[in-house]
Every structure is written in C-alpha cells, then in structure tokens.
C-alpha cells in the first residue's frame, strides 16, 4: 500500500482486499471488553474537516482513539483559515507539530491529492467535493461482504443522486473491482455522462431496475451540490424513486438495503424501509469504525520510518 487513501480509482484489487481482511480483525477487538489497543501509540492525527459531518468524521476520531492514536480536532470557523490563511500554510502549520495522519473532508475535489504532494504524513481522503469517497466505499464493501459471504457476481442497484454523489463514484470502482455487477437507477437528470463505461446497467425506471437485485444502495439527494432543477420537488421524487416497501418487493428476498447517511427520510428512502429486517445501514455505521481503524493501521506500516 502507499502512504496515503485519496481514492478507490487508483487503489489495487489487492489493497481493497488487504483493508477489509484487516477490518475483520479490527472488528473482533470491537468486541471485546476494552475496545482500545495499543497499535498507534505515540502517533498522532488531525481530523481536518471543511465540511459538516457526523458519522465519518466521529468514526475515524473513535478509530484513532480506539488505536491509542493522540487526536486534534481542527475547528475551520474558529483557526486562521477564517481570516484568510492559506490551505498550504495551514498545512504546513500543521505538519510542523510532527503530525502523522491528515484525515481531510473538503468542498472542493483534488484537496486531499495536493496536501498529499506537500506533506509527508499519511493523507486519508474523508470525501472531497464530488470526487470521492473511499473509507465509504471500503466499509460498504465490508458490510456486503460480511453480510453476503462475497462480493463477485452479486447485482448491487445504486439509486438515486448519481451525478452528485462521491459516495457512488466510489462504490462504483470499488464494487466493479470486487467483481460485482452494478446496476444504476435514477432521473436522466442525474446520471452523469460517460458512467456507461463503468457499470453494467442504467434504469430510469426504479421498480424494473431492482428486479432480482441483490443489495440496494439508496444515495442522498444532494440539494447543496446541484445548482439547477433536476427533479420538480422532493415530494416527486418520493413518488417515483423512493424506496418503499412495496418497490422492495421486486428484488430478491434475501436482499439488503444501504444508505451511507444521512437519510432524508421520505424522499429517497420510507421509514418502514430504513427500520426494516433488510436494512443494514447502522451496521454501516459500526463497520466503518473497524475499516477506519484497519486503514490508518495500514498507512500507518506503509509510511516510510524516520
């Protein structure tokens, strides 16, 4: 492995193997009575975040605490960037407290791939703006795999915001790696141009798409990104892409229903189908911990020694 998780694009089949062989280790000292090992003792991180968060950025704080790793939360409003620093200086500034782990969300695609050029710590990309998101990816792959026994061959329906989503475009590689076959469904509106060559299939239509489907993965609209009209309100897209319970009924009987959060409960997703016996999405909450902790364990080994 390299130093640095910017993206499941680039990373090799190996790798993504290596990172959820290891989170199932990981996942066993969750388990126990005392949950922390002494793994990164004396390493230390900083979770950068210009973007709100509640679940990715807890889950990688409590898997560097859970490592024995020194933790600093960066505040944005209230540090220099708000009065007009620069993200290089910040970063340099950052670097000069002996830092080990750089853990970034930002708004804007590419950040975590130019702090990794100007930093010698080990870079994880938390989500940058509709690039990426590869610890999602990861622990979705995780969760599938525990729930399913495998991944290849399974037909996995992404639904939803796909042109906005960085959480798809990173299952998507992920997925494709691990040998699934992946079928999109959404508005023409929100298909990206050129994912053709990435998937399987494309459905406009969601009740034929989770035909047979194995797992559906259900994305967030994501009003912040979209500076247009691309579905008529949020009530029309309940109506004809909303995942119920009665659309459920068209994939097969075993099949699980994800959502990496947070949930608009009633546009993309009905309450009866979050709380229901196929949904697995809190333990995507809690497997994200395990994978978080096997990745910085892995950055942490492949980091050259001083």
Not at 41 to 57: D, H, I, M
Not at 116 to 133: L, P, T, W
Not at 190 to 215: C, K, M, R
Not at 282 to 293: D, E, F, I, K, P
Request: aromatic share 6%.
């Amino acid at each position: 492995m390299d130093k640095d998780l910017l993206d499941i694009k680039s990373a090799a089949t190996a790798d993504i193997e290596l990172i959820l062989n290891t989170a199932s280790s990981f996942k066993d000292v969750l388990s126990r009575d005392i949950k922390k090992v002494p793994t990164l003792r004396g390493k230390t991180a900083v979770n950068l975040f210009f973007e709100p968060s509640t679940r990715t950025k807890t889950s990688f704080e409590l898997a560097e605490k859970r490592l024995s790793t020194d933790v600093i939360n960066f505040v944005v409003p209230s540090s220099s960037v708000a009065k007009g620093e620069t993200l290089y200086d910040t970063i340099k500034t950052i670097e000069s407290y002996g830092i080990d782990f750089i853990i970034i969300r930002h708004q804007f695609s590419g950040v975590p791939h130019f702090i990794s050029r100007i930093s010698k710590a080990s870079v994880i990309n938390a989500g940058d703006g509709i690039n990426e998101h590869p610890t999602q990816a990861l622990l979705d792959a995780f969760t599938i795999k525990e729930q399913k026994g495998t991944i290849a061959g399974l037909k996995i329906a992404i639904v939803g915001d796909i042109s906005h989503s960085r959480v798809a475009k990173s299952n998507i590689y992920c997925l494709k790696k691990l040998g699934a076959d992946i079928r999109l469904i959404a508005p023409h509106t929100l298909i990206p141009t050129g994912i053709e060559n990435d998937v399987t299939e494309i459905y406009h239509d969601i009740e034929s798409g989770i035909a047979d489907i194995d797992v559906i993965m259900t994305l967030r609209i994501q009003q912040e990104r979209q500076s247009g009209g691309f579905f008529s309100s949020t009530d029309e897209y309940f109506k004809f892409w909303g995942l119920t319970l009665k659309r459920l009924g068209k994939a097969r009987p075993d099949v699980i229903v994800m959502h990496p959060g947070p949930m608009n409960r009633g546009v993309e997703i009905a309450s009866e189908v979050a709380d229901s016996r196929h949904s697995v999405i809190n333990t995507q909450v809690t497997n994200g911990l395990a994978v978080r902790m096997a990745v910085l364990y892995l950055l942490d080994s492949a980091r050259p020694r001083k």
